[in-house]
């Protein structure tokens, strides 16, 4: 099988984010490889390895596949060293603060071009918060989407994958043929760490860093535009006191006072 | 007037209080039109259930698609109906179901998207919180039809009865659409307690409760609140995934968010911290919690909720 996997550098999470000309400035704070993201690399690694390995000589390949900037490779590092392949880092300054549309363009576009059987992403970018990139591609892709999944099955043979999905709405068994693009949740596996030996062969993976032209895609437009952002006021400070057994005392008139009950 | 599309929020065949919020919205920018998406023969019971919310007119399109495609059939659908109303915009219910197809209705239709808005403007601007609520974004689609998803529990309903007239549609729906095919469904579990997005309060238990719910379940009732979970308490088994409030969980936004023994990871209070208020039982007072905390008890959670819920109790009687 050829699998890929759709990986995104993020802000860390408890770094303080800034807003600058209306975009999230990406540049004066610590990146991060997407957490959720890492349970997509894991979900594709045994994937693989339940299927013929995803080594040299192995019925598998996994190829990561980015869209950022050249910083990016670092989060990309990361994901060769748990074991994937190859990887595809698609770079240009005509790309900076694209949104879900173009992101799911150009990586729809990349995706076509490598013949995948299955794509796996992670449900959310920590950052944007949309949840949309996952299924944007496969409406574009014209594929079945399998999102949201905390359990995944592969049939090689039969070109078939089945995942339990779970959201709001409850949990639903669904399955699609390949090609397919999967979206897994963290409850799904538990990411290994890279080993010493897969870091060393990390480095000897090349990273195929692409500009926008070579994706064939072209952007026409803005979708949506800031009109303002703005630093809400922070909470009020608010009251801590220690339970004296008066605690719960206190709690409720607490409630009472902001008219709560 | 402008027209302005809702899809009427349905989970497990039952209308949520989101789709009041949704027509809430809409109904700033012009007249409202429900979108129903029903199995085949529940139209009319799922239109009949949109009668309190200023709606003017519901668009049903029965298919069992809906069943079998999920996403992509509903995405299919709204599509072409936007092709042929051509509204001025699309508000959709912000959660994972919603969010997919308002991506692919936007893919379909060439149109801007804003996902997870607590507020939209006549003019069609959204407000989003951003950064786990530290800042505040107002923007605007500036292409297609705007496609808007709002966050549930963040406008107030407006609850008015009205009868609706009732259009009933049928699509053909795209062989693209149907890639994915459901095999089984299980509707959430739905006990005695308000829906968790949809609740006024929210009490969550964390690892600090070490297993018993039983003080937080009860505190819970005594304010007519949803239980909720840190990730902690669901890994552990002590309460169901569907209660697991964060960023892999639900997000919340209730008048009042209590957390009893959660210590405040980052991304519990993703799914949290945009709550009203906020009120925190813990044992540790360097809990990052307290940072968040409009009231803040510093104490054993066994020793306070019973307390307080025999407090709250008392009041009432
Ligand atoms: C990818 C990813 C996604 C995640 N998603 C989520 C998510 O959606 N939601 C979520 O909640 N977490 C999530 N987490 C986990 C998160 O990082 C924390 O591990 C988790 O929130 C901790 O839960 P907790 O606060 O209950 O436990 P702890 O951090 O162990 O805190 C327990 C607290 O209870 C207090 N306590 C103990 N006993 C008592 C007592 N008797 N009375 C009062 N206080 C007491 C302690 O002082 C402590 O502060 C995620 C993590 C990752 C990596
Ligand atoms: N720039 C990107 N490059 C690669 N994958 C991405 C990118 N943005 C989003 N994704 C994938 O889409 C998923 C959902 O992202 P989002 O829709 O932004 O919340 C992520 O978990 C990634 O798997």
């Known amino acids: 099988m050829k699998i890929a996997v759709c990986i995104k550098q993020v802000p860390d999470s408890w770094a303080e984010k800034k807003m600058v000309n209306g975009l999230l400035d990406r540049v004066n704070v610590d990146a991060v490889l997407n957490d959720l993201d890492e349970y997509a690399i894991e979900e594709a690694l045994r994937i693989a390895e339940a299927h013929g390995g995803n080594e040299e000589s192995g019925a598998n390949t996994v190829t990561v596949i980015s869209m950022g900037p050249e910083r990016a490779s670092e989060a990309v590092r990361k994901a060769l060293s748990m074991g994937a392949n190859s990887a595809i880092l698609i770079s240009d300054p005509r790309l900076a603060g694209a949104d879900a549309l173009t992101t799911s363009k150009v990586l729809a576009s990349v995706i076509s071009k490598g013949d995948f059987d299955l794509v796996f992403c992670g449900t959310e970018s920590t950052d944007a918060r949309m949840s949309v990139v996952p299924a944007m591609i496969a409406e574009r892709l014209g594929c079945a989407q399998l999102t949201f999944a905390s359990a995944v099955t592969v049939d090689p043979t039969a070109k078939r994958v089945s995942i339990t999905r779970v959201t709001e709405a409850g949990v639903d068994e669904i399955f699609g043929e390949f090609p397919a693009i999967v979206s897994v949740v963290e409850k799904i596996n538990e990411p290994r760490y890279p080993s010493f030996k897969g870091i060393m062969a990390a480095k000897k993976k090349s990273i195929d860093v692409i500009d926008l032209a070579a994706t064939g895609v072209l952007i026409e437009n803005a979708w949506s535009v800031v009109v303002d952002a703005a630093p809400r006021p922070a909470r009020a400070a608010g009251i801590t006191i220690t339970d004296d057994g008066s605690g719960a005392d206190q709690l409720v008139a607490f409630l009472a006072q902001k008219k709560l009950i | ?317």
């Not at chain 2, 209080?17 to 009319?44: S, W």
């Not at chain 2, 360097?286 to 803040?296: C, H, L, V, W, Y």
């Open chain 2, 1 to 317: 007037m402008s027209s302005v599309l809702i899809l009427a929020d349905f989970i497990g065949g039952k209308n949520t209080k989101t789709t009041a919020e949704l027509a809430t919205a809409a109904a700033h920018i012009g007249d409202v039109t429900a979108v129903v998406l029903a199995p085949v023969g529940q139209g009319a019971a799922y239109a009949a259930a949109l009668v309190q919310a200023p709606i003017s007119n519901v668009l049903v399109v029965e298919s069992d698609s809906f069943l079998t495609h999920g996403v992509a059939a509903a995405a299919d659908v709204l599509t072409q109906i936007i092709a042929a109303k051509n509204p001025a915009a699309v508000l959709i219910a912000s959660h994972a179901f919603g969010k997919e197809v308002a991506g692919r209705v936007a893919v379909k239709s060439n149109s801007g998207i804003i996902t997870d808005a607590v507020d939209v403007a006549a003019d069609i601007t959204a407000t989003q919180l951003v950064f786990g609520g530290s800042t505040t974004v107002h923007s605007k689609i500036s292409h297609g039809t705007p496609i808007i998803t709002v966050r549930p529990n963040s406008i107030t309903a407006d609850l008015k009865s009205v009868s609706p007239t009732i259009e009933t549609l049928s699509f053909d729906i795209a062989d693209n659409a149907k890639k994915s095919t459901v095999t089984s469904s299980q509707p959430p579990v739905q006990g005695g307690r308000p829906e968790l997005t949809e609740a006024d309060i929210v009490v969550s238990g964390g690892r600090g409760t070490n297993g018993d719910f039983s003080a937080v379940e009860a505190f819970a009732d005594s304010l007519g609140a949803a239980v909720g979970a840190s990730r902690a308490a669901t890994d552990a088994g002590w309460y169901p995934h569907s209660h697991q409030v964060g960023q892999t969980g639900k997000t919340v936004s209730p008048q009042l968010y209590v957390a009893c023994g959660i210590s405040g990871a980052i991304q519990h209070r993703a799914g949290m911290q945009t709550s009203k208020a906020i009120l925190v039982i813990n044992k540790d007072p360097e809990a990052p919690i307290f940072e968040i905390a409009d009231f803040g008890v510093i104490g054993d959670l066994f020793a306070v909720l019973p307390k307080a819920t025999e407090g709250v109790n008392a009041r009432k009687s």
